[in-house]
């Protein structure tokens, strides 16, 4: 079945267009898109991945920055050693080929290395400011429109992330010009001294692999330093008794997001960013909807207007 969803690229018959999006089941997914509606706002939320997933992998031809790839630390030897990680790591993060447990193994050591360069060369929340304001970063086409739709109807949306807090709202603050009052960030999060430099991280590390571990985090006290997203610092564990999930990710670790909650139903829906042939068996095995980073999207600005 799923063969005949496939891209064209993969099918060695078929002409077609390829698809935007792959649904291997979707009698399944009607049946859950139609509980979650019968059951109405009241039960549903929304758990999504910040980098890659809320915000484009492709930024103008070029590849967007993570909430960690846009950070410079106003060092360059500090952050010469950082691409050189990510250099490293990065293609095994992508890699389909590399068992689970073994990468979980590698991200826990990427993380760590890369949080350690972050206290060592003094990161201040000066830099963060001026970091997102110079990055390649954006949100998805949509977002803001589904956000403010969420906002409307009441529905708690979770920002679960494996990057960095503070550099999240920042974003939040600096390409949205204004907040949510329903959003709540779950993330890896800084501890300045009183010069506003980074002295530690709070808490255990969130990796892309050890999502699932920290999905109770979701129903902690809201201990964010974000004024504007204060809105969200009511009970945060009555989000579950919001039974009905709509995930967001792009990794098939984000799928653990959810492991905290006892859903009734949830539709996940996973975008595909690279590796497209090598993972879309997976990715559509694991998601309910997996969305394809359309070729377009990779194109300059100016080759996209030349188009329309
Ligand atoms: P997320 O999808 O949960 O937001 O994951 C964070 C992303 O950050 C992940 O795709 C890898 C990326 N990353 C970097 O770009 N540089 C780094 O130093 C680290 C640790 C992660």
């Known amino acids: ?22 649904v291997a ?29 809320l915000t484009r992998y492709w930024y103008d031809g070029s590849r967007g920055q993570t909430s960690h790839g846009l950070l410079k630390q106003g060092n360059l030897e500090f952050d010469a050693k950082r691409d050189a990680l990510f250099e490293h790591y990065h293609p095994i993060e992508i890699n389909p080929d590399i068992p689970l447990p073994e990468k979980a193994i590698l991200m826990e050591e990427w993380w760590g290395k890369t949080h350690a360069l972050l206290i060592e060369g003094g990161l201040t929340q000066e830099a963060i400011k001026k970091s997102v304001a110079d990055a390649a970063i954006a949100f998805r086409d949509g977002v803001v429109e589904l956000f403010e739709l969420l906002e409307a109807r009441d529905i708690p949306v979770l920002v679960f992330s494996a990057g960095l807090a503070d550099i999240i709202e920042e974003v939040f603050r600096q390409k949205l010009h204004r907040s949510f009052k329903n959003i709540k960030i779950v993330s890896n999060r800084m501890v300045f001294n009183e010069e506003g430099r980074l002295v530690e991280f709070k808490g255990k590390t969130i990796h892309v692999l050890n999502k699932n571990e920290h999905s109770l985090d979701m129903a902690a006290p809201v201990h964010n330093s974000l004024g504007d997203l204060n809105g969200c610092t009511d009970d945060y564990s009555l989000v579950k008794k919001r039974t009905n999930v709509l995930l967001l990710g792009d990794h098939i670790g984000d799928l653990g997001m959810s492991d905290g909650l006892n859903y009734e139903n949830r539709i996940a829906a996973g975008f595909l960013n690279t590796n497209i042939e090598k993972s879309l068996k997976d990715y559509s095995e694991a998601f309910d909807i997996v969305y394809l980073v359309s070729l377009h999207m990779r194109w300059p600005k100016e080759k996209k207007e030349a188009l329309q």
């Not at 089941?25 to 997933?53: P, Y």
Request: glycine content about 4%.
């Open 1 to 22: 079945r799923l063969s005949l969803l496939l891209p064209a690229s993969m099918s060695s018959s078929s002409t077609r267009t390829p698809p935007e999006s792959v």
């Open 25 to 53: 089941d979707a009698d399944a997914l009607a049946r859950k898109v139609a509980a979650i509606r019968a059951a109405g706002a009241a039960k549903l939320q929304v758990i999504a991945d910040f980098d890659g997933t």
